[in-house]
């Protein structure tokens, strides 16, 4: 089956743009995940939803970052008036509820911005 | 702090040979551990995981030990192969108060199998 898929792959972004990354996780998984990966680093938590609450946000680095999952299917990250301490790999992640710490990652968004 | 840690950057072995990857952690609290492996450019896959209440989980050439007292985990692949050659990642589950679940990630270990 298809698993997770996100997009842009690849997005640059000068410096106090506004950017909107998609994630599209596995049909039927209720939990969704966004974590970023600096280089030379492991993923970081960023915020988690179940269905279409978002039920922490406490890794999200400031309120220029903002995560939506309306419809409990779909999310988006959205990050307002980008730095450039923003770049990194921004990965989202989705499990069933049964076994939520089993996540399946998608292959991520590499953000640059200058 | 860091919470999990991989102290070994890197890692290489012989095409056939035992490779292990090391983990430690510092919480307590975590109830699972996992292993992930990524190549260049794509998502974390997962591997394999262990529930705190277990020492050992296998499947098939891969084997995750686990030893709560010295908070250490480590991965085994036998026998190693060329397409084993990724960083991997160790991960743990830390459970929170409201549903919420997260998952704590080391720095990685990038391993490379010589043919």
């Known amino acids: 089956g298809a698993g997770v898929s996100q997009s842009p792959r690849y997005k640059v972004a000068k410096r106090g743009q506004d950017v909107a990354l998609r994630c599209d996780p596995i049909s039927g998984h209720v939990s969704l995940f966004w974590y970023q990966q600096a280089l030379g680093q492991g993923p970081e938590f960023l915020t988690y939803f179940q269905n279409e609450a978002q039920l922490d946000k406490s890794g999200l680095p400031s309120d220029r970052f903002f995560a939506e999952r309306p419809e409990g299917s779909v999310s988006t990250l959205k990050i307002q008036r980008t730095q450039q301490e923003d770049s990194a790999v921004y990965l989202c992640?989705?499990?069933?509820?049964?076994?939520?710490?089993?996540?399946?990652f998608g292959p991520g968004t590499r953000l640059t911005v200058t | 702090d860091q919470q999990v840690k991989q102290n070994s950057p890197s890692l290489s072995v012989q095409e056939g040979r035992i490779s292990i990857l090391n983990c430690d952690y510092t919480n307590s609290m975590f109830d699972y551990f996992l292993w992930y492996k990524k190549y260049p450019a794509e998502g974390p896959t997962f591997l394999i995981s262990?529930?705190?209440?277990?020492d050992k989980n296998e499947d098939g050439r891969f084997t995750v030990f686990l030893n709560k007292s010295a908070k250490h985990l480590s991965l085994h692949i036998v026998p190693s192969q060329p397409g084993d050659s990724a960083v991997y990642f160790c991960?743990?589950?830390?459970?929170?108060?409201?549903?919420?679940?997260?998952?704590?990630f080391g720095k990685g270990t990038k391993l490379t199998v010589n043919p």
């Open positions: 992640a989705s499990s069933e509820g049964q076994r939520f710490y089993e996540q399946y």
């Open positions: 991960a743990a589950n830390a459970p929170r108060q409201g549903g919420s679940e997260k998952l704590v």
């Open positions: 262990i529930s705190s209440i277990k």
